[in-house]
């Protein structure tokens, strides 16, 4: 049996996608969550493209601005299944955050999540509510546990991320990333 077809048995057979949802936020903003979909490509890139060098660093470990086509493709072109992507989308249909989890092929039972919010949009509680409505999912998907790995300068997610519940795993590639799980069915 292949890696996916092994994916596929052990995920639980007939989620429904994330449903859209309006969230009303702190200072009276409001978006839409919802999967992302092809037609996303140019205002993910936008997207990316706007993050602070900061936010960009705590999300990809990496300076990136641009994300390369296979990649754009691959962010964009998601099965909501193995790949679950949700973004957030302004009035203005600016893609203002980012949420998604990868189910790991070696071990299907857990997935690798990420998550970014635009500069202007955070502090606002959108990243706490995408990253529960992932969990959420998760769970209902049939996962174990989703994980992260944050650098540990990274104070607010790491607030964050044990705020919902989450715990420190050992991790391997020294104290300046701390691997954060969420073990299911605890998750807000
Ligand atoms: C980390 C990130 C996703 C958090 O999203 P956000 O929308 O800003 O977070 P929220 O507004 O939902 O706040 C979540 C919690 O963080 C804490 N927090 C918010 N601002 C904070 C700050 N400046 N310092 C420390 N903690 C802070 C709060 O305790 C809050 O918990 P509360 O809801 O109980 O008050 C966002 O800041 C971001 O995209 N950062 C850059 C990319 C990144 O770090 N990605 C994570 C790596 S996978």
Redesign the pocket.
Known sequence: MSTTSTIKTLLAPAVETIAPETLAL?GGRRVLLRPVTPADAMAEQAFVGA?SL???H??FHTGLHRLPPDLLQRFTNVDQREHVALVAEAEDGHIV?D?RYVVNEANPSEAE???????D???????????ARLAAHAGRAGLAALY????TV????L??MR?LGATLRPHGQGPHIARVAFELGQAA
């Open positions: 702190a993050l900061e936010s960009r705590k999300r955050a949420a999540f990420a998550i970014a919010v635009a500069d949009w955070q502090s606002l509680g959108l990243g706490r509510t995408l990253m992260g790995d944050v650098l990274n104070r607010r997610m607030v964050l705020g």
